[in-house]
Every structure is written in C-alpha cells, then in structure tokens.
C-alpha cells in the first residue's frame, strides 16, 4: 500500500504537539487529544492520576477498551454518547459530518499512514474530524518504521478503501467528579494488589507478557508526567519509568530471540523486582504527600500566613513571625497530626533549614 502525506491542520496539529503521546497506548492517544480539545493542554495527563496493577482474563495487563473508556470517563470526563458498530466508510464519512469529531476503532492492517499497512492486523484507533480527515496521536516504534502523531486527508474512495468495518464513538465532555487523595488511593490499590502480583508472576503469559511491560511501562511514564504537572515532581517516579521501558526494551528482544515467543526467567526477575516496586514507591508518593500537607498546614497556623506565603519561602528563615519558639510548636502540632515522634538525630541544623527539609525528616518517620 502506498502511504499519506501527512497535511497542517490548524485546530488538530497544535493540540497534537500538547500530547505525551510517549507515555501512551494505542486506545488512551486518540482520547488524549479529546481532552486536550475539550480542556486544556496537558488535561489528558489525568489519565496517569491512577497508578494500579489491574488485570483482565488471560491473565494479561488491562488495557482493553472498556477499561480504558471507563478511565477517560472517570478521569477526564469523556462519557460515550453514541456508538456505531460495524459501519463501513462511506457510514463512517457520513457521520462524521454529521457529529464529528467521532474516534473510531478499526483495523490497522488496512490504514496506509500506518506502517501496519499490509503487514499486520491489529486494532487501531484515530479521529476522524471531518469526513476527509484522519487524526491520529499514536507514538511507537515498529519493525516497519515509526508511528508518529499526525493529520492527513483522504478522499472518500480512500477511506472507503482502508474501512470495510469499523465501530465509532462519539464522546461528551461532563465535569469531572471530585477525586480523594489520588496519591492515598493508589498506595491502597497497589498494597491489595500484591497478592495479584505474585499470582500473575507465577503464571503463564507466553508472548504476552511483552505486551504486559510494555503497557505498564507507559503508565509509570505517564504517572510520573502527571506528578508534575500537578507540582509534585518525582526523580524516583521519574528513574523507575525510565528502568520500565529498559525493560520493556529487554523483554522485546528476548522474545524475539527465544523460540518459544517467551521473554525467560531474567526478564520475569526483573519484571517481579519493579513490580514490587511499584507498591513500595506508591507508599511513599502518599507518605510525602500527606507529610508536606501536615508541614504546611501547621506553618500556616502557627505563623497565621496563607499557603503562597509559605510556598515562596526558601528558608523557613524567611517566614514572617518565624522564630525558634515557632518552630518547636510546628514540629510539635506535626508530629500530633501524623502520629510520630522525631528524635534528637532527626533535628539537625541541615534538617531544620526549610520546608522541603523538614517535610523530609516527617516522611522518613511515617514511612518507617
């Protein structure tokens, strides 16, 4: 098949460039630039809020549709309004003008800006914005080259051509309910789930555990773009998406060498160790982020200063009504809200310089 040219669309390109298409699967880019289009640029980073080990029958890492319309309702705001199954592309055209944006769901084997294009069938998804064009925010790599975001335009024979069938849906935009503590939620989640963990690790994927990592990968990478977007940056989170897709990268080509399809005994060790990890990093997202919540909190009365007053100080020197006496009783109202007790060892003159350090010395104590 001879592929697109790719074409500047001046609504769907700019919104493409806003999308950490990187840290995306296949289903949740097209939806990422929904809400991107509905919101603002970075609102599809609320998609990595959650940070979980869901599974689905197989046993296999969950991903599958439902899952991930279920998550861009809950999460962005995104609910299915309609859906159309099993139309072909003069349908899909038709609708398109009618109630477009619609994503659609179809058959990569047949999509030429693809490099699946006669070469594999597998379930893709794009926007179809108007009945001529294609949006597509899908970023991988593939033994046939590059996916990469883009806009191109087709004539009606065309997309007739690449879409015997295809299902479509159109989404609305609602308020997002309220959420708790995400980061208290996800320690939780992660805690229940080790006993999944260590039944999926036991059990028989075959070639699809390459899939598995590589899907959770993303949704650590995704995760630790969330954190900073929301002011709450995290080297660790960051490290550990990075030793996620190494490993994503290492399962890859140890399937590929194996004659059995599976990646071996090194790859499942090491999927066993970040797994693991996930839970113990989980618990100390929620421990930083109750500690810094006390620490504030307790500046605040005890000085009677607002939040932003506090957040632009860089000692606690700084402070207005700062002084030792002060300190004693931040430290003493901290420690009745979070239930520890520093030591003599915790209060060092470096520990007690600012914020961030004193948010330290709590985090290390609750965390135990």
């Known amino acids: 098949m001879t592929s697109l040219a790719e074409t500047y669309d001046r609504l769907w390109s700019p919104l493409l460039e806003t999308i950490r298409a990187d840290a995306l699967d296949c289903l949740q880019a097209n939806l990422a630039v ?40 809950e999460t962005l705001g995104l609910r299915v309004a309609r859906r159309w199954d099993g139309i072909d592309g003069a349908r899909l055209r038709a609708l398109a003008d009618e109630a477009g944006p619609l994503y659609v769901i179809a058959d990569a084997h047949g999509l030429t800006w693809t490099p699946y294009a006669g070469r594999r069938h597998t379930e893709h998804t794009f926007l179809l914005s108007t009945s001529d064009t294609v949006v597509d925010a899908y970023h991988d790599e593939t033994p046939w080259g590059p996916c990469r975001p883009g806009v191109w335009r087709l004539s009606p024979s065309e997309l007739d051509a690449m879409l015997p069938t295809a299902t479509a849906l159109r989404f609305t935009a609602e308020p997002i309910a309220e959420q708790p503590d995400v980061l208290a939620v996800n320690a939780k989640a992660m805690a229940d789930a080790v006993p999944a963990i260590d039944a999926y690790l036991a059990a028989d994927h075959g070639d699809g555990l390459v899939l598995d990592i590589w899907l959770l990968g993303r949704s650590r990478l995704l995760h630790g773009a969330w954190l900073a977007r929301n002011d709450r940056p995290s080297p660790e989170v960051d490290e550990h998406a990075k030793a996620w897709l190494t ?77 030792s006496f002060g300190l004693v009783d931040i430290i003493e ?23 961030d350090s004193l948010c330290a010395i709590f985090a290390r104590r609750v965390a135990g």
């Open 247 to 323: 490993l994503a990268s290492k399962s890859y080509v140890a399937s590929r060498r194996s004659r059995t399809g599976a990646p071996g005994t090194a790859v499942l060790d090491d999927l066993g160790r970040l797994l693991h990890e996930d839970v113990a990093i989980a618990a100390r997202l929620a421990a930083r982020h109750t500690t810094r919540a006390a620490v504030l909190g307790a500046i605040q009365d005890v000085l009677r200063i607002d939040e932003p007053t506090v957040r632009a100080a860089t000692t606690l020197r700084e402070l207005p009504n700062y002084n």
């Open 333 to 355: 109202r901290v420690e009745t809200r979070l239930a520890v007790v520093l030591d003599d060892e915790d209060l060092t003159p470096q520990a007690l310089q600012d914020i």
């Open 34 to 73: 929904l809400a991107d289009r509905h919101g603002e640029a970075g609102a599809h980073l609320s998609l990595g809020a959650p940070l979980r080990f869901d599974l689905e029958p197989g046993p296999r890492v969950a991903g599958s549709l439902p899952y991930r319309l279920a998550a861009a309702h």
